[in-house]
């Protein structure tokens, strides 16, 4: 028998979800009287729709699930990047209403973890799962529609990232195959270990564009069910305009045998596919594309679904804010991947990511860097933004200190990341990860750190490409490295061990 | 005058030749459902034909008259007395001297209709069969001078009543100019076709307006009869004025804002104890290059719209805080706001020309960035008088020696509105819907809730307040209670409207307190500053008793928390150099050169002295 997704229609999510299960049989088939059900939006960020699952829908489900004879409806979420999901749900009045309705919210973070392995995974063989998900009898997981600039679009299989704790998130996120990394390939191990029972994609208004945060709302009116989740994420990219098995993820999924991701052996009930497949504007997710005046990419060899990405939701706030202090406070220079170019000299520098901080400590703005502040109390001019990927905001406090008085914007997206994340002192997005666990040697072994470094300064000096060093353009400047006058010295593992001294992000001096 | 006959309510389906309307209410359905329409918009009159048209030529047709008799003498250089120069506009209880608006109307009319926008006025009978009355109006300069009676029973009308029965609208404007050309030798550039229920609709406002007497009654009223006007089509241009087209396209293709969104449901709104301010007036200056007009919005009984002409008489020439200034004194007013109405002329011309955004954020953004550069156009585009602190020129001379990025022509209209229109739906969402509470203690007064798609307009659709009677009740005056309530009523909401994103509580005293702050002028002098305290400090009580509440305030009370962690300065300091453009400064006392610093403080020095001395 085919795999069955239902595609309906209603006045409301409420209704449109009501007639998807109707088409499939009814959701009885699934939740049982008696039952633990488990339901897991998507409310990953303190947004408002189209960026995170409507509650209308939570409220459609937990209806469904009472109506069916659940004897307990749980609403989960997790944390994402340290941000508490007990802060986006208050922060959208979501907790309040939930409880209302006479279902529990539940985060995650604050739960009890168990430790799962899975050798035959291709890269995430050990994760740690959430006990409250796997005790539970039915787990629905409520992606909402968007496209994403790393995986093409983020919808059941992507929103099974939301499962794991943060550490786990932050092991292999990145595409580095020969270190034995692939984002796509982590997120199917993650539904090859645990799979969903039920998928509500709402797709009643979904995002297109420069998702999964800064898209374009797309009125659709539609919500998809299917208990196949690859099936209906097929048939949900089907809906957004792309190619059958064109989303990595359903593709993986398929060729894995986790699901049906071929649209073609999907069974679509309700509303009609092709009335209402339509083309979604795709994210752009090269850094340099759009970036805003001011802002200058110095881009080395960056990998997708690692630096890139989080690079690319700065780029877009960027575009938002960054006008205005481009006027206050002038350009920034933005080093990402490894050995990207050097910047012009006494710029304002920002190094993003692991390989950009370690492939250009010999640099001129490293070594000698540009000062900012007042002269009683000058500061170097560059930020490092640390992890592999980065995905901590730790580094927007940093910049946001470093510029104060001068970018009115940084200070306030400062102030928005504050409202949200408290970062301890010492906090970093993967703090708490084993030394062994983190994903770069240099992490963990100070003398190969050392040697690294030194390799790199001998062997790769920086080359000028830009018109203000037009005499040196394309020139190799080995009297920088040369002229280094103190070795490196590493001082403490900050990723693991969380000792970064204070008053910011130091990894040498 | 009592009602003759009150509105008779009918079922949707009995409606006879509407199928407009049931369309519009099928389309209700599909769309926005949550939310039942007032059976008022479906109403129809049982008002006689003779009492109507008897109505109508009392309150319309007279007034018309009378005002085109204006309008000729004044081109015919006669000298008109007050009486002949006062004027009623027809269907409203206001009145004009025509001396006035007769320059205003030279300048706007050609913009707004057509140039010249000479006129053939139909009227029908209440089924739109019949032609009862029909006129043409001739214009000069822009106004009208001419009024010509036709006999609806000539040989020649009987091809346009065939038309307009058939609907074949776009033959009546190429004949009626022929025909027009031939009898007068005047062109015709629009035809208005009005329904006799046109009138019905307004009669019933103004029938219980001369009950009540009260002109905010009128204007609601006045409202409504618009909303049914237009959805049942009771008047008719043919061609559509470009202004009137242009309105209409970005209401309902790009804003989709539908006139019938904002439904109104029956009772009195609100009323506030507005603090006793007899006598006093806001009057409105606008000058062009060779006139200027004061517009007079003082107290509720205010019918005198347009000033005398005499009172700016000369006054052409003076610059706008001048002119501010002058009239403020003359009329003896509270406030007197003078506006060149070149920019208001070039915005109209603007909305009427320029190609129409793409979506309702970038309406929004557009309208927002307009607005803005109005504001930061502060004396030379528009003048206020008495001038508030915060506009008189010697803070902004402090605030820039101290350093504070601030200063009304440095307000930074190209990018607030960018910063604003994407970061909202970002953090709100992109569409959301809103309410908000007028409480009065623990009694919901009004409950509007607004539907926003990318933080431009969607709809507004105002919720009974009674029933939240029950929502609100046994609330106390305390923030985190109220917050508490609000969660209630957007709770009991949901089923009917959907999901509130945010509710807005917002007391009755608050508002009262807020205007009399404004009225009390206390804010525009640095004498009276010091008698700000107590109304400062009642306000402040007043908000921490909850008079404005938001739920959920998550973000906003973080927020507090962050910019007090980060020190209240830096965080007001940002806020400034977001919304004014100054390059990066501490002040000529701080950064600057030693040579800017003494001057500096030489100056502070030689304003303070000089107040020491003053006071």
Not at chain 1, 162 to 169: F, R, T
Not at chain 2, 157 to 180: C, D, H, N, S, Y
Request: glycine share 6%; hydrophobic share 40%.
């Amino acid at each position: 028998m085919a795999t069955k997704v239902a595609i309906a229609t209603g006045q409301d999510r409420i209704q449109a979800a009501r007639t998807a299960f109707e088409c499939l049989g009814g959701i009885d088939q699934w939740v049982k009287p008696g039952h633990k059900v488990l339901i897991k939006p998507n409310v990953m960020t303190a947004m408002g729709t189209p960026t995170v699952t409507h509650i209308d829908l939570i409220k459609g489900l937990i209806l469904l699930c009472r109506e069916a004879g659940a004897s307990e409806i749980t609403v989960a979420e997790n944390s994402v990047s340290g941000m508490s999901p007990r802060v986006h749900f208050e922060y959208a009045g979501y907790t309040r209403a939930i409880e209302d309705l006479g279902a529990q919210v539940y985060f995650f973070d604050e739960g009890e973890w168990i430790y799962v392995t899975k050798p035959d995974n291709y890269c995430l063989q050990d994760m740690h799962l959430p006990r409250k998900l796997m005790e539970a009898d039915v787990w629905i997981t409520v992606p909402i529609a968007k496209t994403h600039e790393s995986t093409l679009t983020t919808l059941g299989i992507k929103n099974s990232h939301g499962i794991l704790p943060d550490e786990d998130k932050a092991r292999h996120h990145r595409t580095r195959p020969e270190s034995g990394s692939s984002l796509w390939d982590k997120f199917v191990d993650i539904l090859a270990t645990k799979k969903p029972d039920l998928c509500v994609t709402d797709m009643y208004e979904a995002m297109e564009g420069q998702g999964p945060a800064f898209g374009s709302i797309v009125n659709m009116k539609l919500i998809v069910a299917s208990s196949d989740v690859v099936a209906c994420d097929a048939v949900v990219e089907a809906l957004m305009g792309f190619d059958n098995l064109e989303g990595p993820l359903t593709r993986l999924a398929h060729e894995r045998g986790l699901g049906i991701g071929d649209i073609n052996q999907i069974e679509i009930v309700g509303e009609s596919l092709s009335e209402h497949r339509r083309p979604f504007a795709r994210a752009i997710s090269d850094p340099v594309i759009n970036c805003p005046p001011g802002l200058n990419i110095l881009r080395g060899d960056v990998c997708k679904g690692g630096c890139q990405m989080p690079l690319r939701y700065a780029i877009d706030v960027s575009n938002i804010i960054y006008a205005k202090d481009h006027q206050e406070f002038g350009d920034i220079y933005i080093l990402v991947g490894m050995y990207p170019p050097p910047p012009p000299e006494d710029k304002f520098v920002v190094a993003f990511g692991d390989c950009a901080i370690y492939t250009t400590w010999h640099y001129s703005y490293r070594q000698k860097p540009k000062k900012v502040g007042p002269w009683f109390s000058p500061r170097r001019a560059y930020v490092d933004v640390i992890g592999c990927c980065p995905l901590g905001l730790v580094w927007v406090h940093e910049l946001k200190n470093l510029t104060k008085g001068y970018a009115p914007m940084v200070l306030m997206a400062g102030g928005s990341v504050g409202a949200f994340e408290e970062p301890p002192p010492n906090f970093n997005f993967g703090t708490g990860v084993p030394p062994e666990k983190q994903p770069r040697r240099w992490h963990w072994d100070r003398k190969f750190a050392e040697r690294f470094a030194k390799e790199i300064a001998a062997s790769k000096p920086a080359t000028y490409i830009y018109a203000a060093n037009e005499s040196m353009k394309g020139k190799a400047r080995p009297e920088v490295a040369r002229n280094i006058t103190s070795e490196p010295v590493y001082v403490v593992d900050p990723v693991s061990r969380g000792l970064r001294p204070k008053g910011g992000v130091r990894w040498w001096r | 005058m009592a009602l003759t006959a009150q509105p008779r309510v009918i079922p949707i389906d009995e409606f006879t030749n509407l199928q407009k309307v049931e369309g519009i209410r099928e389309s209700l359905e599909v769309d926005y459902p949550p939310i039942e329409y007032s059976p008022q918009l479906y109403e129809v009159y049982e008002y006689s034909q003779e009492e109507i048209v008897d109505w109508a030529r009392r309150y319309c047709k007279i007034p018309w008259t009378h005002m085109v008799e204006a309008g000729r003498k004044i081109l015919a250089g006669e000298t008109l007395s007050q009486d002949e120069a006062t004027v009623q506009i027809a269907l409203t209880p206001f009145r004009v001297d025509y001396r006035a608006a007769f320059h205003l109307l030279r300048d706007t009319l050609g913009l707004l209709v057509f140039d010249p926008a000479n006129l053939f006025t139909i009227i029908l009978d209440s089924r739109g069969q019949k032609i009862l009355k029909a006129y043409f109006e001739n214009t000069r300069f822009n106004n009208y001078v001419e009024l010509v009676d036709i006999d609806p029973s000539e040989p020649w009308l009987q091809p346009v009543e065939t038309w307009i029965r058939e609907g074949q609208w776009e033959k009546l404007r190429p004949f009626l100019a022929r025909k027009m050309q031939e009898k007068y030798h005047q062109p015709v550039n629009w035809v208005k076709i009005a329904n006799l229920n046109f009138f019905c609709a307004f009669k019933e406002v103004w029938d219980r307006y001369e009950t009540t007497n009260n002109l905010g009654d009128y204007l609601i009223g006045a409202f409504q009869a618009i909303q049914k006007i237009y959805l049942h089509q009771w008047i008719k241009f043919t061609p559509t004025p470009p202004l009137f087209a242009r309105l209409e396209e970005l209401m309902t293709k790009i804003l989709d804002i539908r006139i019938e969104d904002f439904a109104a449901y029956p009772g009195q709104p609100p009323s506030l104890a507005i603090p006793d301010q007899t006598g006093e007036r806001l009057i409105i200056g606008l000058r062009s290059d060779d006139y200027a007009v004061a517009i007079d919005l003082g107290g509720p009984n205010c019918k005198e719209l347009l000033l005398s002409f005499d009172i700016t008489r000369g006054c052409q020439h003076m610059s706008l805080p001048a002119l501010a200034k002058y009239l403020g004194r003359q009329a003896k007013a509270r406030y007197a706001l003078t506006v060149d109405y070149r920019a208001v002329r070039a915005i109209l011309y603007d909305l009427a020309n320029r190609p129409l955004p793409r979506n309702n954020l970038a309406v929004s953004e557009t309208s927002f960035y307009d607005i803005l550069r109005l504001a930061r156009n502060y004396r030379r585009q528009w003048a206020i008088w008495p001038v508030p602190l915060p506009l008189k020129g010697w803070v902004t001379l402090v605030a820039k020696l101290l350093g504070v990025p601030y200063g009304i022509h440095r307000l930074s209209h190209w990018f607030l509105p960018r910063f604003t229109h994407r970061t909202l739906p970002i953090l709100m969402g992109y569409h959301t819907q809103n309410a908000i509470f007028l409480l009065d203690h623990d009694r919901p007064s009004a409950a509007v809730v607004i539907d926003l798609l990318n933080s431009g307009l969607k709809r507004v659709v105002s919720y009974p307040a009674h029933e939240l009677q029950s929502a609100f009740k046994g609330m106390s005056e305390s923030l985190d209670d109220i917050k508490e309530y609000l969660h209630r009523a957007r709770f009991q909401m949901w089923d009917r409207v959907g999901w509130i994103n945010y509710s807005v509580g917002i007391q009755k005293q608050l508002i009262e307190e807020l205007l009399a702050l404004v009225l009390g002028g206390e804010a525009n002098s640095v004498l009276r500053v010091f008698r700000l305290w107590n109304r400062t400090r009642r306000l402040w009580q007043l908000l921490k008793r909850g008079a404005l509440a938001l739920y959920p305030d998550f973000l906003l009370a973080r927020l507090w928390q962050w910019a007090k962690k980060e020190g209240l300065y830096t965080a007001a300091m940002a806020v400034l150099q977001i919304a004014f453009d100054t390059k990066q400064s501490r002040g000529y006392l701080f950064m600057g050169t030693l040579l800017k610093g003494i001057v500096a403080a030489a100056v502070i020095a030689g304003l303070i002295i000089g107040l020491v001395w003053w006071l």
